[in-house]
């Protein structure tokens, strides 16, 4: 079982990471699942000008890894990949990768959900968003609450 | 003898309430949170204070979060943490 974490402020490249987990795991990954959040350009009919990513430099790494291990209990999984970028960014832009491979779909399917909708709500970061020239920090939405409890009462396999 | 210092870090929102990243402070050999606010009012003043105090402000010791009353020791770091969200 491959886990990668990795906080940085590079991009990333979907393509490249994909090629790299084939190449670790040959023949036993038969099903890759993948997510990318961007930065969107409105929020609530509002323009958005800029997004700004904190993050407390080890605590931040070490709750993605926790994350991490709960989706490797629940599933059988073979490869886990999180880079989620920090540092000012502009609408358009690529925010984080979740990257997961598997033996079978619906393990792959099922943890890169699970991985992203915990990271909206427990993941140690702080968005400061620009909207119509105001910055304000941004919080998890009540949205983000239920998509991470269902996980507690699903029966997913 | 004297006891390593504490690191208090502030993150975003509290960061901007606070005016600053980061202070030391020097430590009583241990204690809990509560036995730092005096000193901290001191340094920092009562609205920022307050503002540490606020409900959903979570508080890490040596980048964990714990349950009340938390402790802490000598040399120890405790990061003051506002809502988080990522993705």
């Not at chain 2, 959903?56 to 809502?83: H, K, S, T, Y």
Request: one cysteine or more; charged letters at 25%.
């Amino acid at each position: 079982m491959s886990v990668q974490v990795r906080v940085q402020e590079d991009d990333f490249d979907l393509g490249g990471e994909l090629a790299a987990l084939r190449d670790r795991h040959g023949g036993a990954v038969g099903a890759v699942a993948s997510f990318v959040g961007l930065v969107r350009d409105v929020r609530d009919s509002a323009d958005v000008s800029g997004l700004y990513l904190e993050h407390y430099p080890g605590m931040t790494e070490d709750s993605i890894s926790a994350i991490i291990a709960q989706a490797e209990a629940r599933w059988p999984l073979l490869d886990v990949l999180v880079i989620h970028r920090v540092g000012q960014l502009c609408p358009g832009e690529q925010i984080v990768l979740v990257l997961v491979g598997a033996g079978h779909r619906p393990a792959a399917f099922a943890a890169c959900e699970f991985v992203m909708d915990y990271l909206k709500t427990d993941a140690v970061f702080w968005k400061r968003e620009v909207v119509d020239g105001a910055e304000h920090w941004i919080e998890s939405t009540a949205d983000d609450g239920r998509r991470r409890r269902h996980w507690d009462s699903d029966d997913t396999g | 003898m004297s006891e390593a210092p504490l690191r208090i870090l502030f993150f975003a929102s509290l960061r901007e309430a606070v005016g600053t990243a980061e202070i030391t402070l020097p430590a009583p050999s241990a204690g809990t949170l509560e036995s730092l606010w005096p000193a901290l009012t001191d340094r920092l003043g009562p609205a920022a204070v307050a503002a540490l105090q606020a409900e959903n402000v979570r508080v890490a010791v040596n980048q964990a979060l714990g349950n009340a009353p938390l402790r802490f020791a000598a040399g120890d770091e405790i990061a003051f943490l506002p809502p988080v969200t990522g993705g």
